[in-house]
């Protein structure tokens, strides 16, 4: 167990939808990043959050938001839902101590967009 | 261009032998961090083993060492005495920068463990 949960595990939506992903970090950890895995692109960074302030972008499209509240937790929103945004995503939280500031991972949400 | 390289895409280990996971990167970065992430069928992301840019030694953490050549930057996985519950795929993934910063992960490469 790394310590970062997500909710929900599995989501099966529409086309058009949009869903709220949640997670929270390890107690103590104050950065959030988000993930996407799919099979055509692979690994992908989203988006990273530090102490409730976005701190990096990467590959997220405008049709996704996320934010980080006060008490550390995030939420990736995904709305207009596509057949291509299914995918597993991941949050991760980063370790503040140690020289690596290695990532843990949840366990991702595997969302299914029909 | 691909910051990480895993030309492996899949491969076969027999039980208690040795395996290597090749992983190359790239950045101009003179900081940077090479992660090992082990990914088993159930679909979580596990932290295997770290290797920071300016680490003299390479890096060990039980079964797993990490051997780290920087002038070639190739950073290879070794997993020895393979076990049953080894099989999955495997992500090397970096980050430039000290810090808290994103990872750049590679394909991955999926080792299957023979009895």
């Known amino acids: 167990d790394s310590g970062v949960t997500q909710t929900p595990k599995h989501l099966i939506t529409a086309t058009g939808q949009r869903v709220t992903l949640r997670c929270s970090p390890r107690s103590g950890d104050l950065s959030v990043y988000w993930y996407q895995q799919s099979l055509d692109q692979g690994l992908q960074f989203l988006i990273q959050y530090y102490n409730g302030e976005e701190r990096a972008k990467g590959n997220i499209l405008e049709r996704f938001s996320a934010q980080q509240f006060p008490d550390l937790h995030s939420e990736l929103n995904l709305s207009s839902l596509e057949l291509g945004d299914s995918a597993l995503y991941f949050c991760a939280s980063s370790a503040r101590e140690g020289p690596g500031n290695e990532q843990f991972f949840g366990p991702g949400t595997r969302l299914t967009v029909l | 261009a691909q910051k990480i390289t895993q030309t492996q895409p899949g491969m076969f280990v027999q039980e208690k032998e040795a395996v290597t996971l090749d992983c190359t990167y790239d950045?101009?970065?003179?900081?940077?961090?090479l992660f090992w992430y082990k990914q088993p069928s159930s679909g979580e992301m596990i932290f295997l083993i770290y290797?920071?840019?300016?680490?003299?030694q390479n890096a060990t953490e039980g079964r797993y060492s990490l051997n780290f050549q920087k002038a070639r930057k190739s950073a290879n996985l070794v997993i020895s005495a393979s076990q049953l519950g080894d099989s999955a795929m495997y992500f090397c993934a970096m980050r430039e920068g000290q810090g808290d910063y994103k990872l750049s992960f590679g394909a991955g490469t999926t080792v299957t463990v023979r009895a």
């Open positions: 290797q920071g840019s300016y680490d003299q």
């Open positions: 950045t101009s970065d003179p900081s940077y961090g």
